[in-house]
C-alpha cells in the first residue's frame, strides 16, 4: 500500500499556477493579496472556485453563512464524507497563501485523483470557509464557527461592518447566502493545510508540521480610565496617566508571557490614546490582550494572575482598569487517527516532519469538535504571515498538497 501510494502524485506545477492566479483576484500593490470577506473581491475568488470544482466535476453546494461545499461522490454512498479545505478570504494586507493554499490544494487532490481515476470509498468534501479572518465584522472563524454552533447563525449574519453592512446583507449582496442549512452533518473526518504562520519549521529545516493541537487562549478588551490634564501644569502627585499605566499593564503582559518559558504567550497588539494629544496627558487608554499556551491550565492561569495584578497596577497610577475577557478556549488536541495519517503521509512522500502545536486559530480547531481533525503545516519564509510579504516555495506547496492528498486517501479509503 505505501509503495502504491508513493506512486501517485499530485501536479505540484498546476497548484502553484492555481495559487498564483488566486493570488491575482485582490492582489495588492507590495505583492500581497486583500480579498475581505463578503466583498466583491471575495465573490471573484468564491466564484473562481466554484467555477473550477465544477469543471472538475464536483458538486458545489453552499450553505446559509456561506460556506462552500464542493463534494465528489465516493463508491460507498453510505460513508460519511471526508472534509478537507481552508478559507479564500484575507486580511485587508494579507499574504498569497494563508488560507488559499489550502483549498487550492484541496482543489490539486480532487483534480489528481480525477487524473489518476481514483474512486475512493468515502465521498469527499472540499470546503471553503466563510470569514476566517474577522477583520471585516470583527468574528474570526465566523463561518466554521457557526457551522459547529459555537455561534449562532442569527447573531453571526447580524453583525456589521465600520460601513453598517451585516453579514447576512453582504452575503446576498454576493450572492452566497445559500440554500444549505449552515450546521455540522456528520463526517468522518476533517483536514487542513496552512502555511505554519511562525518560523518553527523553516528554523529547523522541517517540510512538514503534524500538528497535533492548538494553544489555549484568553483574550480581553482594557480600558484604562484616567483624567485628562494639561502636560504642562499637572504636577506628578496629580496626574492620573492612562497611558502610563497602560504601559505598566503591557510591561505584565510581558513578564507573564516571559515567566512560562518558550511556550508562553502574551501581547498587547492594539492601543488607542484619547485624547491623543502631544499636550496632554492622556485620559483614557483602550487596548487588546491576550495570552496563549498549549496546555489549557497554564494558559488560564496566566491569564487569571494578570487580571487582579494588572487593575492593582492602574490603580497606583490612580487609574481605574477595567478588563473585559472576550473568550478562553481550552486547548484543542485533534484527532490521534488522523493525526497519525498525517504522520504516514509525511513520511510516504519522504518528507521531514516534526510535530508542532498551532499557536494561531483555525477553522479546523472548531471544526475539532465534531469532527475527528488534523491539520497539516508548511514552512513559509521568516515565518511571516498576515503580511503582504508572505511567501513560500512552490516545492514547499507541493509538500503540503502531497501529505495532504495520500492523508485523505487513505481516511477515505480505510478499512471500516
Ligand atoms: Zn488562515
Not at 182 to 205: K, S, T
Not at 244 to 270: S, Y
Request: charged letters at 20%; one cysteine or more.
Amino acid at each position: 500500500m505505501r509503495g502504491q501510494q508513493s506512486n501517485q502524485r499530485i501536479d505540484g506545477v498546476r497548484l502553484w499556477a492555481e495559487l498564483m492566479d488566486m493570488a491575482r483576484i485582490g492582489a495588492t500593490p507590495k505583492g500581497g493579496v486583500r480579498r475581505l470577506t463578503l466583498s466583491a473581491v471575495d465573490r471573484q475568488g468564491r466564484d473562481r472556485f466554484r467555477a473550477l470544482c465544477e469543471a472538475a466535476g464536483l458538486a458545489v453546494r453552499v450553505d446559509a453563512i456561506g460556506n462552500m461545499f464542493a463534494r465528489r461522490p465516493g463508491a460507498d454512498p453510505a460513508r460519511l464524507p471526508v472534509l478537507f479545505g481552508s478559507h479564500l478570504d484575507s486580511q485587508p494586507s494579507g499574504g498569497k497563501f494563508d488560507g488559499a493554499l489550502g483549498v487550492m490544494a484541496g482543489l490539486e487532490v480532487m483534480r489528481s485523483l480525477n487524473d489518476l481515476g481514483i474512486v475512493t470509498q468515502a465521498p469527499l468534501e472540499l470546503v471553503n470557509w466563510t470569514d476566517e479572518e474577522g477583520s471585516r465584522f470583527g468574528l474570526s472563524l465566523m463561518g466554521s464557527g457557526v457551522w459547529t454552533g459555537v455561534f449562532g447563525l442569527d447573531h453571526a449574519l447580524g453583525l456589521t461592518d465600520l460601513a453598517g453592512v451585516s453579514v447576512g446583507a453582504a452575503l446576498e449582496d454576493i450572492g452566497y447566502a445559500g440554500k444549505a442549512a449552515a450546521r455540522a452533518f456528520p463526517a468522518d473526518a476533517h483536514f487542513e493545510l496552512h502555511i505554519e504562520q511562525g518560523p518553527i519549521l523553516e528554523a529547523e529545516g522541517c517540510r512538514i508540521g503534524i500538528v497535533t493541537g492548538a494553544q489555549a487562549q484568553v483574550w480581553f478588551d482594557a480600558v484604562a480610565t484616567g483624567q485628562d490634564s494639561h502636560a504642562g501644569t499637572t504636577p506628578p502627585a496629580a496626574r492620573r496617566d492612562a497611558l502610563v499605566a497602560a504601559a505598566r499593564v503591557i510591561g505584565l503582559v510581558d513578564a507573564a508571557m516571559r515567566a512560562h518559558g518558550a511556550d508562553g504567550r502574551g501581547t498587547v497588539g492594539q492601543l488607542v490614546v484619547v485624547p491623543n494629544s502631544r499636550n496632554v496627558v492622556p485620559g483614557e487608554v483602550r487596548f487588546s490582550v491576550e495570552f496563549r499556551h498549549p496546555d489549557t491550565a497554564t494558559a488560564f492561569r496566566m491569564a487569571d494572575d494578570f487580571a487582579p495584578a494588572a487593575v492593582a497596577a492602574a490603580a497606583a497610577c490612580g487609574v481605574a482598569l477595567e478588563l473585559t475577557e472576550l473568550f478562553r478556549y481550552a486547548a484543542q488536541d485533534f484527532d490521534p487517527a488522523c493525526v497519525e495519517l498525517v504522520r504516514q503521509a509525511a513520511a510516504a512522500g519522504g518528507y521531514s516532519a516534526r510535530e508542532i502545536v498551532s499557536g494561531a486559530g483555525h477553522d479546523a480547531v472548531y471544526v475539532a469538535r465534531h469532527v475527528p481533525t488534523a491539520m497539516i503545516f508548511t514552512p513559509c519564509k521568516d515565518g511571516l504571515s498576515h503580511n503582504e510579504a508572505e511567501s513560500i516555495e512552490p516545492e514547499q506547496a507541493e509538500a503540503g498538497c502531497q501529505v495532504l492528498f495520500e492523508a485523505v486517501l487513505a481516511r477515505a479509503n480505510r478499512v471500516l
